[in-house]
């Protein structure tokens, strides 16, 4: 007969699986909105970025890792005035917390490919690219503590507006100089560790044009950060061997009544 004694201890055991077995992850998801507006130069500018955070929790720390899809969300019609100017070309913003040690690039990829832009108003043509963004540690804007850069350095690397399918465009003060440019959205992964298991990303601010603070919008934040629990399968896995052990035991023993 099964007591209730060995019954509990089953019980505890399959709990004791889910205990010890991998770290539950947990996600968070915050959008940044920069509405059209016009930039110094009376273009109009928009953009938007998605940061998704995700942690585990590592030898009482947590181990975090950010993507980060920073988009230009101006769409242009057929046979719009473009210039440099109108192109997205840095992000600044802030966490929350302070991470222990550095936040480091992990990698970056342009899920669209390129777009150059002929000297004259013309089809554009399209083909890959992949980013090479800066992550500046100094010279940043008052009140923001991290970058990212398309435009330091040698190349100039701008994520450029989309354009209507198969339309042109006129350039407008060699928007041709600085070709290729990324098309629509670039995508960043960076990595750091934080002792704090709720860490949002609290300040963002777009910039646009060719010169570092050319024209700089302010991001308003969208619904978030939106709690995405990620179970990890292997504690499910465990809990479940454990509960197949315990009915093999009790299965072994035959159909029984519990001990009064």
Same mark, same amino acid.
């Given at each position: 007969m099964m007591s209730r004694f060995r019954l509990a201890m089953f019980a505890a055991g399959a709990l004791l699986a889910l205990a010890v077995g991998p770290e539950v992850a947990s996600a968070d998801t915050i959008t940044y909105t920069l509405a059209t507006t016009n930039n110094a130069n009376g273009n109009p500018?928009?953009?938007?970025?998605?940061?998704?955070?995700?942690?585990?929790?590592?030898?009482?720390?947590?181990?975090?890792?950010?993507?980060?899809?920073?988009?230009?969300?101006?769409?242009?019609?057929?046979?719009?005035s473009l210039a440099p100017n109108q192109f997205l070309s840095q992000l600044d913003f802030n966490l929350s917390v302070s991470p222990i040690g550095s936040v480091t690039v992990n990698s970056q990829s342009a899920p669209n490919g390129?777009?150059?832009?002929?000297?004259? $108003?013309? =089809?554009?043509?399209?083909?890959?690219?992949?980013p090479t963004w800066t992550f500046p540690t100094s &010279?940043? @804007?008052?009140?923001?503590?991290?970058?990212?850069?398309?435009?330091?350095?040698?190349?100039?690397?701008m994520i450029a507006p989309q354009v209507a399918p198969n339309?042109?465009?006129f350039m407008n003060g060699g928007v041709d100089n600085f070709n290729p440019y990324i098309y629509k959205d670039a995508l960043f992964t960076l990595k750091f560790?934080?002792?704090?298991?709720?860490?949002?990303?609290?300040?963002?601010?777009f910039n646009f $044009?060719? =010169?570092?603070?050319?024209?700089?919008?302010?991001?308003?934040?969208?619904?978030?950060?939106? &709690?995405? @629990?990620?179970?990890?399968?292997?504690?499910?896995?465990?809990?479940?061997?454990?509960?197949?052990?315990?009915?093999?035991?009790?299965?072994?023993?035959?159909?029984?009544?519990?001990?009064?």
């Amino acid at each position: 007969m099964m007591s209730r004694f060995r019954l509990a201890m089953f019980a505890a055991g399959a709990l004791l699986a889910l205990a010890v077995g991998p770290e539950v992850a947990s996600a968070d998801t915050i959008t940044y909105t920069l509405a059209t507006t016009n930039n110094a130069n009376g273009n109009p500018v928009a953009a938007q970025a998605v940061f998704t955070l995700t942690n585990v929790l590592n030898a009482g720390n947590f181990d975090y890792t950010m993507t980060i899809d920073l988009k230009d969300t101006l769409v242009l019609a057929n046979g719009a005035s473009l210039a440099p100017n109108q192109f997205l070309s840095q992000l600044d913003f802030n966490l929350s917390v302070s991470p222990i040690g550095s936040v480091t690039v992990n990698s970056q990829s342009a899920p669209n490919g390129s777009i150059n832009y002929p000297a004259s $108003g013309s =089809t554009p043509t399209f083909g890959s690219i992949t980013p090479t963004w800066t992550f500046p540690t100094s &010279g940043l @804007p008052s009140g923001f503590t991290y970058q990212l850069n398309g435009i330091l350095g040698g190349t100039k690397q701008m994520i450029a507006p989309q354009v209507a399918p198969n339309g042109s465009v006129f350039m407008n003060g060699g928007v041709d100089n600085f070709n290729p440019y990324i098309y629509k959205d670039a995508l960043f992964t960076l990595k750091f560790t934080a002792a704090s298991s709720s860490v949002t990303v609290n300040k963002v601010a777009f910039n646009f $044009g060719t =010169t570092q603070g050319e024209f700089e919008g302010s991001g308003t934040s969208g619904p978030g950060p939106v &709690g995405i @629990p990620e179970i990890d399968p292997g504690s499910s896995v465990s809990a479940l061997a454990c509960l197949a052990l315990g009915l093999m035991m009790f299965r072994s023993r035959g159909a029984v009544k519990l001990a009064a």
